[in-house]
């Protein structure tokens, strides 16, 4: 017995929903945290374990401990934050500064990509604390010590949140924001510079995708245009955008393709950089954190 049309109609419907489901949730691969946790942070070169990161609570910053059992003493301080977003989820992040008494270069706030949590991408952070900047950094709605879960909603909504935090501080009000975005929060940063233009000063862009059609359709071919839902393409926010950008991206990205950042570049506004190096996905402050800073100086006209 042949089924009716109309049955075939609904199931097609029925199975494009959940296979369209299952697309949109593949942009999200959140890691939660649970403490006490300890970890080990050991030489780029040697190996060697240089000391140790002990999380006691999601409530207090982490302490760092020598080989010895001494507490390591940096030119940095971290100040663990715990804020809401709209959906009363409460999100965890650190306060990262300089303690020497020079003013901040400027205030980055960094929104990270799909994978891992706030440990994966501290040592992103670490090289422009170093160079005098003071930085933010906050795990999405289910990442890390954040509660919830991740959708397209909900980082637009966690990100909107720690841009309306951290522009309140009396230490960032005397600074310019930045919006430094790496892959997913690449393609997230101009859509929520421009939804809060008036505390957002630059934006900088690294290893983004233009859309999540474009990086479906990257990923899986057409099929994937056609299953994924566009919620705020990076394509169309860098045209409203009228902030400087700086847009960074390696040619041996294997995750996301240059010419994604090319065609972000080309459909921004001035002023603007393009920084092209050649490590992996997201790895610019590892190897290129003089450059990028000496760029971001020359764009925003900061004091060196």
Known sequence: MRAKPTSLILTLIIMISVTSCSFNNQFY???????????SITHDNTGDMLYTMH???????????????????????????????????????WFISPTNSVPPKATLLFLHGNGGNILSYLSLVFPFVKMGYQAFIFDYSGYGFSSGKPNRGNVLSDA?????????????????LLLYGQSLGGHLAPTVANMNSKAIDGVILEGAFSSHKDIAAHSVGFIGRLMV???????????????????????????????????????????????????????????????????ISKLMKLQN
Do not use: W
């Not at 890691?31 to 300890?38: D, E, G, H, S």
């Not at 080989?67 to 965890?92: A, C, M, W």
């Not at 909107?160 to 310019?176: F, H, K, Y």
């Open 29 to 39: 691969h959140p890691k939660p945290l649970k403490a006490p946790i300890t970890t």
């Open 55 to 93: 999380i006691v609570s999601h409530k207090q910053p982490p302490v760092f401990i020598t080989p010895k059992g001494d507490t390591v003493d940096f030119d940095y301080r971290i100040e663990n934050i715990l804020f809401s977003n709209r959906q009363e989820d409460t999100l965890h992040g």
């Open 160 to 176: 909107n949140a720690a841009v309306e935090l951290i522009s309140q501080r009396s230490d960032v009000e005397s600074t310019m």
């Open 229 to 295: 839902r566009e919620a705020y393409p990076a394509k169309t926010a860098v045209k409203n955008l009228h902030k400087p950008i700086l847009i960074i991206h390696s040619i041996n990205d294997s995750v996301i393709p240059a010419s994604m950042a090319k065609q972000l570049f080309e459909n921004a506004n001035e002023p603007k950089d393009y920084f092209e190096i050649d490590e992996c996905h997201i790895c610019g402050p590892l190897y290129y954190a003089d450059e990028i800073d000496k760029r």
